[in-house]
C-alpha cells in the first residue's frame, strides 16, 4: 500500500514553455500533498503544500505564479512549471500524506531539463 | 538557522558491516522523525520512523535510536549489503502534526563487496 505515482518521470523542453507535473495516490485518499525540489546531490527542499479543494502553501522564496499547483481531487496534485527556464531544471518530487503517524510517501520523482 | 542535519557525508563499509549513519536536529519540538533511502535518480523510500515519546524502534535490518537529551538521531543496518548502497536522509516534522517534513543533508552510504 502507501504508493505515490508522477508523471512523467523525464520531460525536456525548450526554454519559455510550459511543463505539467502529476502526482497521484493510487491506493489512499490524500488531503495534503507537497512538492519538493532536489538539485543534484544536494538535499530536498520544500516548495509548497498542496491541500485538497484550496490554494496551495508556498515555502519562502518559491514563486506562486511561476509553480503552480492545483489539487483538485483526494488522489491527484499538479505542478506546473510556468515559463520554464535552464535553472528551473531539477529533479521534482512530490509526496502524499497519511495522517496519524504523518508519514510521508513519496513518488518516483520527475527530471525535469529545460533547454 | 534550525535544521536537520547529518554528521557526516560518505560512510563506506564492507558488506556484511553493520552501518550507523548519525542525524543531529535542533528543533526540540520536534516530535516525529523519519530515515529515507534514497537511490540514484528515484524518489526517497521511507525505512523506519520513530515517535519522541520512544527511544528505540527496530525494524527488518534497521533500528533507529533516538536521544532527545542531545537532540540525536541514528540509523543502524545490521549486515550491510551491496543493495543497501543510497543516500540515506533523516526528516523531522518540525512544524508539528499534517505539516511537511524538512530534511538533512543526507549521507551517502557505499557497500563493497
Known amino acids: 500500500g502507501a504508493v505515490v505515482s508522477q508523471h512523467p518521470s523525464r520531460v525536456i523542453c525548450k526554454s519559455g514553455t510550459s511543463v505539467k507535473i502529476e502526482c497521484r495516490s493510487l491506493?489512499?485518499?490524500?488531503?495534503?500533498m507537497f512538492w519538493y525540489r532536489q538539485f543534484p546531490k544536494q538535499s530536498l527542499m520544500l516548495m509548497a503544500t498542496?491541500?485538497?479543494?484550496?490554494?496551495?502553501?508556498?515555502e519562502q522564496g518559491v514563486e506562486k505564479d511561476k509553480f503552480l499547483i492545483n489539487h483538485a481531487s483526494l488522489t491527484l496534485s499538479t505542478l506546473t512549471v510556468t515559463s520554464a527556464h535552464p535553472e528551473d531544471s531539477s529533479f521534482y518530487i512530490c509526496?502524499?500524506?497519511?495522517?496519524?503517524?504523518?508519514?510521508?510517501?513519496f513518488g518516483p520523482g520527475t527530471r525535469l531539463t529545460v533547454l | 538557522g534550525e535544521s536537520v542535519g547529518l554528521h557526516l557525508p560518505t560512510l563506506s563499509v564492507q558488506e556484511g558491516d553493520n552501518s550507523i549513519i548519525n542525524c543531529a536536529y535542533s528543533?526540540?519540538?520536534?516530535?516525529?522523525f523519519i530515515w529515507y533511502k534514497q537511490e540514484s535518480g528515484k524518489g526517497p523510500q521511507f525505512i523506519i520512523d520513530?515517535?519522541?515519546?520512544?527511544d528505540k524502534r527496530q525494524g527488518q535490518r534497521v533500528t533507529v535510536l533516538l536521544n532527545k537529551t542531545v537532540k540525536h538521531l541514528s540509523l543502524q543496518i545490521a549486515a550491510t549489503q551491496p543493495g543497501d548502497s543510497a543516500v540515506y536522509f533523516c526528516?523531522?516534522?518540525?512544524?508539528?502534526?499534517?505539516?511537511?517534513?524538512?530534511f538533512g543533508k543526507g549521507t551517502t552510504l557505499s557497500v563493497s563487496s
Open positions: 509526496s502524499a500524506l497519511i495522517p496519524a503517524p504523518d508519514t510521508q510517501y
Open positions: 491506493d489512499f485518499q490524500a488531503t495534503t
Open positions: 498542496s491541500n485538497e479543494g484550496s490554494k496551495a502553501t508556498y
Open positions: 528543533n526540540s519540538a520536534s516530535d516525529y
Open positions: 520513530i515517535r519522541s515519546n520512544m
Open positions: 526528516a523531522e516534522n518540525r512544524y508539528g502534526a499534517g505539516t511537511a517534513l524538512i
